[in-house]
């Protein structure tokens, strides 16, 4: 029965991507488009282009490194938007934001470096490569919509992509899926009441907040990392709740459970001033008492660590230095 | 692995043709295997579940247990159409229960009796977080203990749990959770529904007009026991009466159904499979409804008590010393 619906599923992935070729109306993955070795030889059969979603299909070494990638790439972007002149923009009119990600496999039959080509979105501004468990932006040359670039070893390759800033809220649909939709109506997300960064600014219009339920709300790499935040909670909570010190004390040896995980997430993540001072209303049925309350813990480079933060009157307080997956624990009644 | 260029695109888009052709030979297997998958999407709960034990309950200085030939089936709408998708990762799901009726079979004496539960009635419901894990309870209404889990069979076991305390622990032994769209699939599967209309519809569907009586038809019928906001009579008690009269014809009509065609049954079960999340397979729910067919039905009653505008939502507060007797008549026998 399963292999049934692993055939069905094959196939509607394969009538997915041919819509989608055809249509070009919805994000599509990073493609290869060709590829030379260092002789300037055809390499493009010794070279595997994998998406996230696919990254199953990798080796155990690779899949690793993929994970890693993702699990660091929110902070190594906006380093980069900050400081790196090929991603960063001067401009308020516009927004630089990740657009996609993927591995990419060189087969150690070529000599390398190899100058791949691969698809890029209409916004393209630049490229970041995670080697050697470090993101780096690299040079890269745009041609008819492709990008060009040099590899030496199995990579990560993220795209990033410039757009108008659009201020003028949730409902506009930016390119790269990087716009804000309105939530679901029926059940609650903890709602932002206030922001404000280290100058003292409310910047509530820069940020959401988005529940694991609703993470296809998320631009695709937050929804990645969420994704993978989210299923290391689910399966190594009880790691989690041991190994980290601050959060076993906070326990004090009772059990304890994740009531809500969350996404924070930016419109514009390279211009946020940390620390930023955030406070959420909790969802009404998700709210623990103040004497339930345990930790919030943060997701920072692949790691589930404990966040200074306090609840009063179902009201989360916390300070915060980065944007990317939470969670909230409370005592458990088990 | 997976190898992509641009000259790719085109036999891609071959396939995809060829996948599309074979999509819909494929589509009744997959209908199907979704069927099933809803019915493991219980990962997160403990797989050794079964229900409570049966329950003594005092009442006026006498002890009553639960008949031997009781069984319980909870059957429990939701809110939402089967187009949602389901992760089993999910710790909270958006479909609350609007609809709750529990059946209540009495093998010895071969009745039927129904027990039409308000949503809104205010109970105590489990939370649960992350992986299934408990955490602290609240008393809400009734609808909202569906909308933790995964929107699978976990999320009806916690309905059935808030259902059992609000009880006095009577166990609910199998249950069924059916999305929106089953209505109008079973309404057209017993060829229509006669009910008598009593209440103004203008403003919802002008067909269903006050004082006649209307065969409801697939999506009329989720009008006739929907309709809530748009009704002179916001509060839920108007439209649960309504439910009571939808479902008194429709019992018939499935009777009528069962007698007639000895296939009906397992027709039945299979239609509703795409919409249904049940502790029990079609084969088990067509023996349930060829079992049943024989017992006489009692009717539907309802659970006494006072609705009240809460904070925001209507509350539903039952007449504990009238639940107590009611559960008490259907139910349980004086111990000797």
Not at chain 1, 64 to 91: C, G, Q, W
Not at chain 1, 271 to 280: F, G, Q, S, V, W
Not at chain 1, 316 to 333: E, M, N, Q
């Amino acid at each position: 029965m399963k292999r049934t619906l692993s055939c069905l599923l094959a196939l509607v992935m394969l009538l997915s991507l041919s819509v989608a070729a055809a249509a070009e109306t919805e994000q599509e993955d990073i493609e290869l488009v060709s590829a030379l070795d260092a002789k300037g030889e055809d390499a493009t059969e010794l070279v595997t282009v994998t998406s996230f979603a696919d990254r199953e299909e990798l080796s155990e070494d690779n899949l690793k490194m993929y994970e890693d990638a993702i699990a660091t790439i929110l902070k190594a972007f906006e380093e980069a938007a900050r400081n790196d002149p090929r991603v960063h923009v001067d401009s308020d009119e516009v927004v630089v934001a990740l657009y996609d990600t993927c591995f990419v496999e060189l087969d150690e039959n070529g000599e390398q470096p190899f100058e791949i080509e691969v698809t890029a979105p209409e916004n393209y501004k630049a490229s970041m490569l995670f080697t050697d468990g470090v993101w780096n932006v690299i040079d890269t040359e745009l041609d008819n919509g492709n990008v060009r670039y040099t590899q030496e070893g199995n990579a990560v390759l993220a795209e990033i992509v410039i757009y108008a800033s659009g201020k003028g809220g949730d409902e506009e649909h930016e390119p790269g899926d990087q716009g804000f939709h309105p939530s679901r109506e029926n059940y609650e997300q903890p709602e932002l009441q206030e922001v404000v960064d280290r100058n003292g600014k409310n910047v509530n219009d820069n940020l959401r907040v988005i529940i694991y339920r609703d993470n296809e709300e998320l631009p695709k790499v937050h929804r990645d990392v969420f994704e993978l935040a989210y299923e290391d909670l689910y399966e190594h909570f009880d790691e989690i709740s041991v190994e980290d010190k601050e959060l076993s004390e906070a326990a004090d040896g009772k059990p304890v459970a994740v009531s809500d995980a969350f996404f924070v997430s930016a419109r514009d993540s390279s211009r946020i001033e940390y620390n930023l001072r955030i406070r959420l209303e909790l969802t009404k049925y998700g709210t623990p008492d103040d004497d339930e309350f345990v930790a919030l813990m943060e997701y920072v480079d692949g790691v589930w660590q404990f966040a200074d933060s306090s609840v009063s009157d179902g009201v989360l307080s916390a300070t915060i230095d980065h944007i990317g997956p939470f969670a909230i624990v409370v005592f458990s009644v088990e | 692995m997976r190898r992509k260029t641009r000259g790719d695109k085109r036999s891609l888009l071959l396939v995809g043709v060829l996948a599309a052709l074979i999509l819909a030979g494929l589509l009744a297997v997959y209908l199907w295997e979704q069927h099933e998958l809803a019915l493991e999407r219980d990962s997160v709960v403990d797989e050794s579940y079964v229900p409570s034990l049966r329950p003594v309950l005092q009442y006026e200085g006498q002890r009553y247990r639960m008949r031997d030939g009781i069984e319980t089936y909870l059957v429990i709408g939701l809110d939402k159409f089967s187009t949602e998708k389901l992760d089993p990762l999910d710790y909270v799901n958006d479909q609350q229960s609007d609809f709750l009726i529990l059946l209540i079979a009495d093998h010895d004496r071969k009745t039927l009796n129904a027990l039409h539960i308000n949503r809104d009635t205010m109970a105590e419901i489990q939370r649960y977080g992350l992986a299934g894990r408990k955490l602290k309870s609240f008393t809400g209404q009734l609808a909202l203990a569906h909308t933790f889990g995964s929107g699978g069979r976990d999320s009806a076991r916690y309905t059935t749990d808030a259902v059992s305390k609000l009880l006095y622990g009577v166990p609910m032994e199998h249950y069924s959770t059916l999305t929106l769209d089953a209505v109008p699939t079973l309404t057209d599967l017993v060829g229509g529904v006669p009910v008598y209309i009593e209440d103004d519809f203008s403003r919802v569907d002008p067909a269903l007009a006050r004082g006649t009586t209307v065969r409801l038809q697939g999506g009329q019928a989720l009008s006739f026991i929907q309709a809530r906001g748009a009704m002179n009579d916001a509060s839920n008690l108007n439209r649960m009466a309504r439910q009571r009269v939808y479902m008194q014809s429709l019992y018939e009509q499935l009777r009528l159904n069962l007698d007639q065609d000895d296939s009906f049954a397992l027709r039945l079960a299979t239609e509703l499979s795409g919409t249904m999340v049940s502790d029990l397979d079609v084969t088990e729910l067509a023996e349930l409804a060829e079992t049943w067919k024989e017992y006489s039905f009692a009717g539907i009653e309802t659970v006494e008590g006072e609705a009240v505008l809460g904070d925001i939502y209507i509350e539903f507060y039952p007449d504990q010393d009238a639940l107590q007797r009611q559960i008490l008549r259907l139910m349980f026998e004086p111990e000797q």
